[in-house]
């Protein structure tokens, strides 16, 4: 059965970088038919959605957040990362990553596909 | 404040039935699929609808999902004890360009 697991740091200073890393277990990141996502979710708030990664280094990314994201994936390791520069308080947030099925809509790939496999996500605080 | 609006609240007796609104517009709901998360509290969210009113493989029939122009819904019958948690809807925004959820709303057993 399939696993996502976050790992990184749980304390983050201001200004500095967010590095976390998703290591998938029970099957290979390989898989064409799958995407991967964070999503992240502050203490009390809701989800908002990072930015995905393709098994061909594609990647799409959450405007608001674009400018400072990048989101990578190591098909040698069965890992994908996130690193999210300049962070604030506002960056403290419970961090997961997810899967998602890879479908097509007039042959076109789709965008809306559901997170199926979530991580258990990885608390991390921005500190002053 | 979130693109997709929910109830922050919805409650019902064991046995009974909950409906759950997600509303949106054209650029989000009206025209993309929709997914169902559940949410206990201190866990990840897990996947309870996907393409606007399947099931994954586990989750039982008493969960069901609808759409309707702008609008979606989860509904659960038969509640129990055990659902109570918090709901989230989502999809994609085709005017923000952005995965979108909603605020998510608690669902508490009387």
């Known amino acids: 059965q399939l696993q996502l697991q976050e790992s990184g740091p749980g304390l983050v200073k201001a200004s500095e970088t967010l590095s976390l890393t998703c290591t998938v277990s029970g099957g290979s990141i390989k898989n064409g038919g799958y995407y991967w996502g964070w999503i992240r979710q502050p203490p009390g708030k809701g989800l908002e959605w990072i930015g995905n990664?393709?098994?061909?280094?594609?990647?799409s990314y959450n405007p608001s957040l674009r400018s400072r994201v990048t989101i990578s994936i190591d098909m040698s390791k069965n890992q994908f990362s996130l690193k999210l520069r300049s962070v604030t308080a506002a960056a403290t947030a419970a961090y997961y990553c997810?899967?998602?099925?890879?479908?097509?809509?007039?042959?076109?790939?789709?965008?809306?596909?559901?997170?199926?496999?979530w991580g258990q996500g990885t608390m991390v605080t921005v500190s002053s | 404040q979130s693109v997709l609006t929910q109830p922050p609240s919805v409650s019902a007796a064991p046995g009974q039935k909950v409906t759950i609104s997600c509303s949106g517009s054209s650029s989000n709901i009206e025209n993309n699929y929709v997914s169902w998360y559940q949410q206990f509290p201190g866990t990840a969210p897990k996947l309870l609808i996907y393409d606007n009113n399947k099931r994954p493989s586990g989750i039982p029939d008493r969960v069901s999902g609808s759409k309707s122009g702008t609008s979606a819904t989860l509904g659960i019958t038969g509640l129990q004890i055990g659902d109570e948690a918090d709901y989230y809807c989502?999809?994609?925004?085709?005017?923000?360009?952005?995965?979108?959820f909603g605020g998510g709303t608690k669902v508490t057993v009387l």
């Open positions: 997810a899967r998602a099925q890879i479908t097509m809509n007039r042959g076109v790939i789709r965008r809306d596909d559901a997170f199926d496999i």
């Open positions: 989502g999809t994609w925004d085709s005017s923000l360009n952005t995965r979108v």
């Open positions: 990664v393709y098994y061909s280094g594609t990647t």
